[in-house]
């Protein structure tokens, strides 16, 4: 019997990439380093360039079962051919992937079906929620076929005071509404 691939089974599969991130991320701040201001909280801006390079390297057309972007790097989750997910990591410049694959089904989603501006994904929400820290920006396909008919564009925070809030925004990061995680 096949494993849905699951929100729960893509976390599971970044957790190395959030724990190493938060070590990094806790490291700078430490320092006195981290972001300027013209660096966003999340790579979202990185996440053409990963579609890319996943895609350069492939042989035949890509699916996505996710795409999201931690403030360090772009994990993307590809559907292969005999019903199991692989994931790669790009961090701007390298591409790092594939991994073993996993048993996975569930609905996957083309390249064709982004549209949303990367520059703007963040705006309204931190504006909203100042009190939250983003740690992850996620693209899943959505519909009942096993190939998506749209995708959700998904924001996840931290509050200071404790919890986390999953956003859905729009293409241009208007917000939709949020489930509490």
């Known amino acids: 019997m096949k494993r849905p691939f699951t929100n729960m089974s893509i976390r599971s ?3 190395g990439s959030l724990i190493a991130g ?17 660096t966003p909280p999340l790579r979202v801006d990185l996440i053409e ?5 996943v895609e350069e390297r492939s042989d035949s057309p890509v ?18 051919t005999n019903d199991s997910v692989v994931q790669y990591v790009y961090d ?24 949303f501006a990367p520059d703007d ?8 929620l100042p009190d939250s820290q983003p740690y992850m920006f996620v693209i899943n396909g ?6 998506a008919s749209r995708v959700e564009y998904r924001i996840l925070l931290r509050s200071v005071k404790g919890g986390e809030l999953a956003v859905v925004v729009d293409r241009t990061g208007g917000i939709i509404g949020t489930d509490a995680e």
């Open 22 to 38: 938060s070590l990094v991320m806790g490291s700078l701040a430490a320092c006195g380093g981290g972001s300027d201001d013209s």
């Open 63 to 80: 699916s996505y079962f996710e795409v999201n972007a931690t403030p360090l790097v772009v994990n993307l989750f590809v559907s292969t």
């Open 121 to 128: 994904m963040l705006e309204e929400v931190l504006g909203e």
């Open 49 to 53: 360039g990963a579609l890319d390079a």
């Open 13 to 15: 599969l970044i957790l």
């Open 92 to 115: 701007g410049t390298t591409l790092v992937g594939p991994s073993e694959p996993l048993e996975a089904e569930g609905t996957t989603f083309d390249r064709a079906l982004l549209d």
């Open 142 to 147: 959505l519909g009942t076929d096993v190939v």
